[in-house]
């Protein structure tokens, strides 16, 4: 039994919602999971989101703007250079909105369980505390998505000192597509609670997998969604825990 695991398991295991029956051919599983809806805003609506106070609630919901995407670095950036819209900031602890506001030109914070895995290499990822799932909702109308990438910010061995702070996502990401037709949830468990780095083991930055951590490894002292929206109006993701070794 992995200690970590259990203690990640008490303490989310209250916040879930009740267990639900199962729902055929929609490719996410039955039972008691966390809800989180990634909302997309329009431009005419940004206005209301800039001025509503999203925090202090019991809140399933984040707000981002509609369109627009920026640079996701595959190698370490300065974090001067980071633009936090549709940047949600992560936290450990049981799963909670904190922040739901990405769209006021600050990211939005959630909070969610370190993530432990009984298989972690470069290649899988597997026998996880929990598992997540995404899909696409709203119109389907020319095929609207969005990209999020796990990222985490780097403190270069200077906690005191900002100004060389550096950013670095990881080299997957998710594609998340509102098709027509039915839309069923995919796994992302990889994707969103670890990242795979590019670092310098191969004496440069070539764009490869050569480290793989989980939430909230101290490679990182923060960590963060980067969510490019390309017109999806809705994200909707589940959080399964599973069950203890």
């Known amino acids: 039994m992995r200690i970590h695991r259990t203690l990640a398991l008490a303490a989310v295991l209250p916040l879930l919602t009740s267990p639900a029956f199962a729902q055929t051919g929609n490719g996410a599983p039955s039972g008691a999971h966390y809800n ?5 805003m329009a431009a005419e609506d940004t206005e209301d989101c800039k001025s509503a106070e999203m925090t202090g609630s019991n809140r399933h919901t984040i707000f981002v ?6 640079a996701t670095p595959k190698q370490p950036e300065p974090l001067t250079s980071l633009n936090k819209r549709n940047k949600i900031y992560l936290y450990e602890g049981p799963f909670k909105v ?5 769209c006021d030109g600050d990211e939005a914070e959630f909070q969610l369980p370190a993530q432990d895995c009984a298989t972690l290499t470069l290649t899988e990822v597997a026998d996880c505390t929990y598992d997540v799932f995404i899909r696409g909702l709203g119109s389907p109308q020319g095929e609207p998505s969005a990209v999020v990438t796990t990222c985490g910010i780097d403190d270069a061995g200077t906690p005191a000192d900002k100004s060389d702070d550096t950013y670095q996502c990881s080299v997957e990401s998710v594609t998340v597509t509102r098709s027509k037709g039915k839309s069923s949830f995919t796994n992302v468990t990889k994707e969103l609670t670890t990242l795979c780095i590019d670092t310098l083991v191969d004496g440069s930055f070539d764009g490869q997998c050569d480290e793989r951590i989980t939430l909230f490894d101290d490679e990182f002292y923060q960590y963060f969604w980067d969510y490019d929206n390309r017109g999806l109006r809705l994200a909707q993701l589940r959080f399964y825990v599973n069950e203890q070794d």
Do not use: M, P, S
């Open 65 to 70: 703007d509609l369109e627009f995407t920026d």
């Open 98 to 102: 904190l922040d739901g506001n990405a």
């Open 36 to 40: 989180l809806n990634i909302i997309g």
